[in-house]
């Protein structure tokens, strides 16, 4: 069994450090730099739950190199509504077209996760919750993103679950760390496994 001495984070993401520090896992963060655009617009063909793990274990990869012996954790989320697959909001502007967009339909939200060490792959992960986005009016959509604008510009799907993002749903169903970004309960059973929490 490898041991490593703590957990690397490829991620500046406020949701997954948040979940990291509730359950107690030690970690540092050293954000991943990568072309995200760049990589997705290579993935055109694949399913949402591919591409999910690719842009998650390129993450994990890229901060893998610079940090030998150390097990490197990347995730990345995607949302696809009606075949649509929607990044992060430019702006303002664009969050408000997604979230119109969004009105009255299905979201499904795919989470995904790896683990790296050394360059390599060693685990990876993926989970889908689908979440009913309500018919949203244009008078909500204004006073959503009055509130919630600019923590929600690095959100895909425009929200926050554990802020005012329950105000656009009418069900959810999934996990919901899933929901959060991050399939936590398979990311806790990966660092059993690994010896960086016990077991």
């Known amino acids: 069994m490898t041991v490593f001495s703590a957990l690397v984070l490829a991620s500046k993401s406020a949701s997954r450090r948040a979940m990291l520090d509730a359950v107690g896992v030690a970690y540092r963060c050293v954000p991943a730099n990568i072309d995200e655009r760049a990589l997705e617009a290579n993935l055109q ?27 490197v954790l990347g995730s990345d989320s995607l949302v696809v509504v009606d075949g649509r697959r929607f990044d992060k909001p430019v702006d303002r502007d664009n969050a408000a077209e997604h979230l119109r967009f969004f009105s009255g339909r299905m979201m499904e939200l ?7 060490q050394d360059g390599q792959i060693v685990w990876q992960a993926a989970d889908c919750a689908r979440l009913q986005v309500r018919p949203l009016s244009e008078e909500f959509i ?12 690095g959100c895909v799907g ?42």
């Open 45 to 71: 063909d694949t399913t949402a739950h591919a591409t999910a793990l690719a842009l998650a274990e390129a993450k994990a990869l890229a901060v893998s190199q610079s940090c030998p012996g150390e097990l």
């Open 158 to 199: 425009v929200f926050r679950i554990e802020a005012l993002g329950p105000h656009l749903f009418a069900t959810i169903e999934g996990d919901q760390f899933t929901v959060l970004g991050m399939p936590l309960l398979s990311v806790l059973d990966a660092l059993r496994q690994y010896g960086g929490i016990p077991a």
């Open 110 to 116: 795919h989470s995904a996760a790896a683990l790296a």
């Open 142 to 153: 204004g006073w959503y993103l009055q509130q919630e604008w600019p923590a929600v510009s």
